[in-house]
């Protein structure tokens, strides 16, 4: 709900309804971070439109704004990348302990915990800095590209 309005204030900007005009008749344009009661109860009437309609609306309007911020490709690579290192033998060392413990009927709670926290935290500290490098370089990625997003 909170991000369909967002988008909704951002297609009201984009078409001017919260243009003012100044008394020497200047039209200035207005943007607002939070439209306010006011500005919700006035979109129907405005723009003669449900707000599903508007909803709609803004979420076409918008999808273009947040194509360019969020590349769905390289979002999924740094996920992939930043989390495998570490999931991945971690995972391999809880099936091995599993299969352990099935073929000894060893039932400790402990027994499988421990050692798979410890190639977690080695896996950190090995991969650590490539993971947060991973992740520096895609946050200064996304700060560049705010320009683009700026009309």
């Given at each position: 709900m909170?991000?369909?309005?967002?988008?909704?204030?951002?297609?009201?900007?984009?078409?001017?309804?919260?243009?003012?005009?100044?008394?020497?008749?200047?039209?200035?344009?207005?943007?607002?971070?939070?439209?306010?009661?006011?500005?919700f109860?006035?979109?129907r009437?405005?723009?003669?439109?449900?707000?599903?309609?508007?909803?709609e609306?803004?979420?076409?309007?918008?999808?273009?704004?947040?194509?360019?911020?969020?590349?769905?490709?390289?979002?999924?690579?740094?996920?992939?990348?930043?989390?495998?290192?570490?999931l991945?033998p971690?995972?391999?060392v809880?099936?091995?302990?599993?299969?352990?413990?099935?073929?000894?009927?060893?039932?400790?709670?402990?027994?499988?915990?421990?050692?798979?926290?410890?190639?977690?935290?080695?896996?950190?500290?090995?991969?650590g800095?490539?993971?947060?490098?991973?992740?520096?370089?895609?946050?200064?990625?996304?700060?560049?590209?705010?320009?683009?997003?700026?009309?």
């Amino acid at each position: 709900m909170l991000l369909a309005r967002i988008l909704l204030i951002r297609f009201l900007e984009d078409h001017g309804f919260f243009d003012e005009t100044t008394p020497d008749g200047v039209i200035r344009r207005r943007y607002l971070c939070n439209g306010g009661v006011e500005a919700f109860q006035g979109m129907r009437s405005y723009f003669n439109h449900s707000y599903m309609r508007l909803i709609e609306e803004a979420y076409r309007s918008g999808a273009t704004h947040y194509a360019a911020a969020f590349n769905e490709t390289e979002l999924d690579w740094v996920l992939a990348l930043g989390s495998a290192p570490l999931l991945i033998p971690t995972l391999v060392v809880g099936v091995l302990l599993g299969m352990v413990q099935a073929a000894t009927s060893i039932n400790e709670a402990t027994l499988s915990f421990v050692p798979k926290l410890i190639v977690f935290a080695v896996c950190l500290a090995l991969f650590g800095g490539a993971i947060l490098m991973l992740l520096v370089d895609l946050t200064q990625d996304m700060f560049a590209r705010i320009p683009e997003l700026v009309r």
